[in-house]
Nanobody, 124 residues
Framework: QVQLVESGGGLVQAGGSLRLSCAASGRTFSSYAMGWFRQAPGKERELVAAISWSGSTTYYVDSVKGRFTISRDTGKNTVYLQMNTLKPEDTAVYYC?????????????????WGQGTQVTVSS
């Protein structure tokens, strides 16, 4: 069983930055692939970024490439999402997720554990 707790969300002006953190419990964190999803009101949940168990492979949705960076610290059982040059359209609840599949996982249904979410609001 893995528990995920997100933090770092908040209100920021357009062009600003935030760093989201996802702290994971459980000794097998290092073997899980991790992902960050977001869901805006009235929209479907979408994958923003994902990282393999080793950290060697990452994925980003086109709309955040060059602005967001996903990383993981196995020693701290934590995955991060550094978000720069934020835009109003980045406003959403951001969720951390873990997959036992280890490789980069694109589909939400292939994630096994989810956090409770953290709100990110970008004002124009």
């Amino acid at each position: 069983q893995v528990q995920l707790v997100e933090s770092g969300g908040g209100l920021v002006q357009a062009g600003g930055s935030l760093r989201l953190s996802c702290a994971a419990s459980g000794r097998t964190f290092s073997s899980y692939a991790m992902g960050w999803f977001r869901q805006a009101p009235g929209k479907e949940r979408e994958l923003v970024a994902a990282i393999s168990w080793s950290g060697s492979t990452t994925y980003y949705v086109d709309s955040v490439k060059g602005r967001f960076t996903i990383s993981r610290d196995t020693g701290k059982n934590t995955v991060y999402l550094q978000m720069n040059t934020l835009k109003p359209e980045d406003t959403a609840v951001y969720y951390c997720a873990a997959s036992v599949r280890a490789v980069v996982v694109i589909t939400a249904t292939n994630y096994d554990y989810w956090g409770q979410g953290t709100q990110v609001t970008v004002s124009s």
